[in-house]
């Protein structure tokens, strides 16, 4: 089944402990993208990647860090977590970066940081 | 800056027809995509405009006018499980997306 996977689904950490989530595609799809959605903000772009080792930062990357090594994963590092990363975050993927693809997101990670 | 808007809440009546609009002004434009996002879920894709005038698909149908930086979702025969949230989503020149913050739609039985 095509998918986007997402882990962890839930997560609920302490200000400062370094933190992964990771995120797998299994559509041999080039382009990959984090966002956050929070209340009344709505889904902003943090971090994207146009194709293997290729990383661009969106309009909200900073605090975050990804990585891309292969094609099919794109994991969102968090180094010292702070509340206010508490939020919805969802993995996304698509063909390439050209206009008109659709893009497919993973089930969402909610991640709460005390 | 980018900037899209859309409106924060409609409510609408089973069966009936409901227009949701978008308007965007971002540094350049490569295409305008609507997603259904459910309580909950994952955003799901809906439709991509990069010309002027209307897609249809089924119930849904979409609408651009790029000289307006203005979009509109239709949605027709509305059903119960329409009840959801409507993001519209912009690329502009750059490969990056921004999104709306998103339609919240009602449907009352």
């Known amino acids: 089944e095509a998918q986007v996977t997402q882990n962890p689904r839930y997560l609920i950490t302490v200000t400062g402990k370094k933190l992964t989530v990771t995120c797998s595609q299994n559509?041999?799809?080039?382009?990959m993208s984090w966002y956050r959605q929070d209340p009344g903000l709505g889904l902003r772009q943090i971090y994207y990647?146009?194709?293997?080792?290729?990383?661009d930062k969106g309009d909200v990357p900073e605090g975050y860090k990804v990585s891309r090594k292969e094609k099919r994963n794109f994991p969102l590092i968090l180094e010292s977590p702070s509340p206010n990363q508490t939020s919805l975050y969802f993995c996304a993927s698509s063909l390439t970066s050209g206009s008109g693809y659709e893009q497919y997101f993973g089930p969402g990670t909610r991640l709460t940081v005390t | 800056g980018q900037n899209i808007d859309q409106p924060t809440e409609m409510t609408a009546t089973e069966g009936a027809i409901v227009q949701i609009n978008c308007t965007y002004q971002t540094s350049g434009f490569n295409g305008l995509f609507w997603y259904q996002q459910h309580a909950g879920e994952a955003p799901t894709f809906l439709s991509y405009?990069?010309?002027?005038g209307l897609e249809e698909k089924g119930r849904f149908s979409s609408f651009l006018s790029r000289s307006k930086g203005y979009s509109y979702l239709l949605l027709k025969e509305l059903q119960m499980k329409d009840s959801a949230s409507y993001l519209c989503?912009?690329?502009?020149?750059?490969?990056?997306?921004?999104f709306g913050k998103g339609t919240r739609l009602h449907i009352l039985p």
């Open positions: 405009n990069v010309l002027d």
């Open positions: 559509m041999n799809h080039e382009y």
């Open positions: 990647s146009m194709n293997v080792e290729v990383t």
């Open positions: 989503a912009v690329r502009p020149f750059d490969d990056k997306i921004i």
